[in-house]
């Protein structure tokens, strides 16, 4: 059974226009971190939460933004996309502070 | 600022065959991290290495962490065609608030039969 759920699997936006990617795990994990990955790079992690706890990568755009609104679920909201942030964005978990992850299928971005 | 280097970046075997790709980092860490990925798929979980001298190993796929020398290994043994696939290395930056995990650049490794 899936035990982190990414939806949708594909997402076509326009040019700032707002969107929200989900997450949702069965795992009752502590953690959740939101990745974003462009084409035949390295995949490059935006923030995670502990719990409630918003860690936010020192590197990441102010139009990256997520939420937790319980342990289940998180949301990566990009408020004004780009071209630039089309791309694969992974969500995983882990059950401690960057201990051993558990990532989604990926939601694949695509900005028009 | 924490640099992590990946060698080599391609990697073509014969099935078979042992060898080992290398994952240098710059500064301080207290864990270090080996992902798999298949073309076009999400990344898959391989090794934590969290002890200077830690080894971890799964089938034919053993990591080693020596964090004096700053080095992380992956060594593949008798390779097959089902190990195909891009290899990351990401170290997390001990400390301090910027860039706390930092990935490789990647191996692609390619088995041949």
Not at chain 1, 20 to 43: G, I
Not at chain 1, 76 to 103: H, K, N, V, W
């Amino acid at each position: 059974d899936a035990m982190v759920i990414q939806n949708p699997r594909y997402q076509v936006t326009q040019f700032g226009k707002p969107v929200t990617l989900s997450c949702s795990q069965t795992l009752n994990h502590n953690v959740m971190y939101w990745y974003q990955q462009k084409s035949s790079q390295a995949p490059k992690l935006l923030f995670h939460y502990y719990d409630k706890d918003f860690n936010n990568e020192a590197d990441t755009p102010d139009n990256f933004q997520s939420r937790r609104p319980n342990t289940s679920f998180c949301f990566l909201d990009i408020r004004s996309p780009g071209l630039g942030d089309a791309a694969m964005y992974l969500c995983a978990t882990s059950r401690e502070d960057f201990y051993i992850q558990y990532f989604g299928a990926g939601t694949r971005l695509s900005v028009l | 600022e924490l640099k992590v280097e990946q060698n080599p970046l391609f990697l073509s075997m014969q099935e078979g065959k042992n060898y080992t790709i290398y994952c240098n980092y710059s500064t301080t860490s207290d864990r270090l991290y080996w992902y798999r990925q298949d073309p076009g798929k999400s990344l898959e979980s391989l090794f934590v290495l969290l002890s200077n001298g830690a080894v971890k190993q799964e089938g034919r796929l053993m990591a080693s962490l020596d964090t004096k020398a700053r080095l992380s290994t992956l060594h593949i043994t008798a390779a097959v065609h089902d190990l195909s696939a891009t290899y990351f290395c990401a170290v997390r930056r001990y400390g301090g608030s910027q860039g706390n995990l930092i990935f490789g650049k990647g191996t692609k490794l390619s088995v041949k039969p």
